[in-house]
């Protein structure tokens, strides 16, 4: 059997997303990730900080390794940010990753209350703090001062030392300039799930140009991306069963430049909801055509989802493939995440 290959020539590796749910369903679910092969989980930061489930998730596995996807850096301290990831990375033995980024201002200030920040700026001082705190929490310290915090650690008290002094950040992008600062200063880049495969794979050169700019090799960035697939035998209930989860994400106004990159501007401006309307999509649904789901969502069976996934391990190192989640009903989500589960499981008996 030929030995399928990712961007840098290794291993194709496959997270996947996991919910919060009570501990025997979550150690369930997880425990059913191990034995199919995936490499590790992720959890979701919607409104608390998605560090609890993945420490429960490292206590009931032995090999999965565990990461938020992503921690939003402007909800907390970056302080307790790095102390949060210390304590998983001990909890999981040193199978912790720490997924961060910025989120949008519309959340951060309507949702959390934080205050208006530059965001790009904003997380590359949390990334300098985080992993200052990760090499020298246990030791003597250095006051840092910064554009938005200026710590003297007065009272601090030194720690333990933790599992390992550099744990590896990746940084979850959208647009231009944060993916470039992601290739710059992350042990990862996380592309949103927006990025299609054509976009993907236009993108290569971009990144590659970058890391070259920054004098970096491609195999010091770990590139992870997250294919939204709908696996269903009945090809168009996939694609009507993920309608939804794209007109979500087409309703923001801050992702409208991104959709005239990719040439559906005018169907995401159709579907544009006002503030405080995302979690209703039932307006705007009937906007989004078949042709966008599908730009967006590989949808229909096993097979034929792997064959338009494929071009993705040109030039990523890692999938993390997710369900369409908006306006299904549980019993909808599980056949999906069960597909979703059947799909990997597939793609590593032929080698990948």
């Keep these: 059997m030929t030995k399928l290959t990712n961007a840098t020539g290794g291993e194709r590796k496959w997270w996947g997303v996991i919910p919060v749910l009570p501990a025997p369903a979550m150690g369930g679910i997880a425990k059913q990730m191990e034995q199919v092969g995936f490499e590790g989980v992720f959890s979701l930061q919607i409104y608390g900080a998605p560090f609890v489930p993945m420490a429960a998730v490292a206590a009931m596995t032995d090999t999965l390794k565990v990461s938020p996807g992503i921690a939003v850096a402007g ?6 940010t790095a102390y949060c990831a210390i304590e998983c990375d001990t909890i999981s033995q040193g199978r912790f990753v720490l997924g961060l980024g910025t989120s949008l201002h519309s959340a951060l200030e309507g949702i959390y209350g934080e205050p208006h920040r530059k965001l790009l700026t904003h997380l590359r001082e949390v990334v300098k703090i985080v992993r200052y705190v990760n090499a020298n929490g246990h030791k003597e310290m250095e006051p840092l001062h910064g554009e938005y915090y200026n710590l003297e650690w007065t009272e601090k008290m030194m720690t333990a030392p933790p599992v390992r002094e550099h744990i590896p950040i990746w940084i979850a992008a959208l647009k231009d300039k944060l993916t470039s600062m992601a290739l710059e200063i992350g042990d990862g880049l996380i592309v949103h799930a927006l990025w299609t495969v054509d976009y993907t794979v236009q993108k290569k050169a971009f990144i590659e140009a970058e890391l070259a700019r920054f004098g970096r090799k491609r195999s010091d960035v770990e590139v992870n991306a997250w294919p939204w ?8 209930q996939a694609i009507d069963d993920s309608r939804a989860t794209v007109a979500g994400y087409a309703g923001y106004k801050e992702y409208e430049s991104f959709f005239d990159s990719i040439g559906f501007g005018d169907l995401a401006r159709d579907c544009q909801l006002a503030a405080g309307e995302h979690g209703d999509v039932s307006a705007v649904i009937d906007k989004v055509s078949d042709e966008m789901v599908q730009a967006f969502v590989k949808c229909g ?6 064959e338009q996934i494929e071009p993705f391990w040109g030039v990523v ?26 799909m990997v499981a597939e793609a590593k008996r032929r080698g990948g």
């Design 229 to 236: 697939v709908a696996i269903n035998d009945d090809k168009q």
């Design 301 to 306: 069976p096993i097979d034929e989802v792997l």
């Design 75 to 80: 909800t907390r301290s970056p302080v307790e």
């Design 317 to 342: 190192d890692s999938l993390c493939p997710m369900t369409p989640y908006r306006n299904l009903t549980m019993e909808q989500l599980t056949k999906y995440n069960e597909g979703l589960f059947a």
